[in-house]
């Protein structure tokens, strides 16, 4: 007896693509655990799911809540989060799956992982294929050039944020900018201006901004739509968009660093 209860939770991400890009790991325990709980939008990759998973439950029925009054977003991620953990509970191997990687802006899993673990279960999160990783691969955008920035687009907004020019900047759920009742899955264009006028403290306006979104199946473009940052408030957004802007400014020395690191190394060569 080890005093671990037998309930164990797996939370695994199916990557942006049909079936293609989950890893043999997640997909074997997507194909052995007891009960698959998935919250995957993409019809294809549900039935795939389904097909494969001893038993599938899908959890997207939450997300109608917040249509309800006094139902915002985070009441429902944390009524699908409770309902893993009853999984967990009655002792059987979940496995939880999400698209892209199931802990990047996900926070389900995050919350279910937690609880699960407050109770004594095992419980851990494989990585998936995100939005991210697609958009870096079919823009040919390596982070590592002039370093990346990455934040919920809202977030953004509403907080005061230092953003650096000179870097990548990512924006996630564009399409639901400004949205602050947390009950709708849209934005609107003077919401969009409003996010506008702030990067317009850092970005020309007619710096040059991509509205990505990645293919999920082979019959779907990806698309990558260059848009002057001035004309994003009529711009079609969906869920799905992610907006990303590129550095507008090339990076510039601190020459303050520069001149200790070489003392520092004209240091060591006198010695
Ligand atoms: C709740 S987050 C989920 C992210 C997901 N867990 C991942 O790993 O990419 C939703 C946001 O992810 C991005 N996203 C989702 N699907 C996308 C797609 N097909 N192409 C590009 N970005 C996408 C958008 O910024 C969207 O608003």
Not at 8 to 34: F, H, N, W
Not at 56 to 81: I, N, P, Q, W
Not at 98 to 112: N, R, W
């Given at each position: ?58 959890l997207l029925g939450y997300y109608s809540e ?43 899993s995050h919350l279910a992982i937690k609880a ?156």
């Amino acid at each position: 007896m080890t005093g671990i209860p037998s309930g164990k939770l797996i939370c695994v991400g199916t990557g942006m693509r049909m079936a293609g890009q989950i890893t043999p790991l997640a997909q074997s325990y997507i194909e052995t655990a007891d009960v698959v709980l998935g919250a995957v939008p993409n019809l294809f990759t549900r039935q795939w799911l389904q097909q494969i998973a001893k038993e599938y439950v899908c959890l997207l029925g939450y997300y109608s809540e917040c249509d309800r009054d006094g139902k915002d977003r985070r009441d429902t991620y944390r009524r699908m989060s409770d309902t893993i953990v009853a999984e967990v509970r009655t002792g059987k191997t979940v496995c939880a799956a999400f698209y892209g990687h199931p802990g990047i802006f996900a926070c389900i899993s995050h919350l279910a992982i937690k609880a699960a673990r407050a109770e004594g279960f095992s419980a851990e999160m494989l990585p998936g294929i995100s939005a991210e990783d697609c958009l870096v691969a079919d823009l040919g955008i390596d982070p590592g050039t002039t370093g990346m920035q990455s934040m919920e687009t809202t977030q953004f907004m509403v907080y005061a944020r230092k953003i650096d020019p000179t870097a990548l900047l990512i924006l996630w759920q564009p399409g639901l900018a400004g949205e602050l009742s947390l009950k709708r899955f849209e934005t609107t264009p003077d919401k969009l201006q409003v996010l506008v006028d702030k990067l317009a403290r850092d970005y020309p306006l007619d710096h040059p901004v991509i509205l990505y979104e990645a293919a999920t199946n082979p019959l779907e473009k990806t698309r990558m739509d260059t848009v002057l940052l001035r004309d994003m408030p009529y711009a079609a957004l969906r869920q799905a968009t992610t907006l990303v802007i590129p550095a507008a400014h090339p990076l510039k020395l601190d020459e303050a660093v520069m001149n200790r690191l070489r003392a520092l190394d004209a240091a060591a060569l006198a010695d």
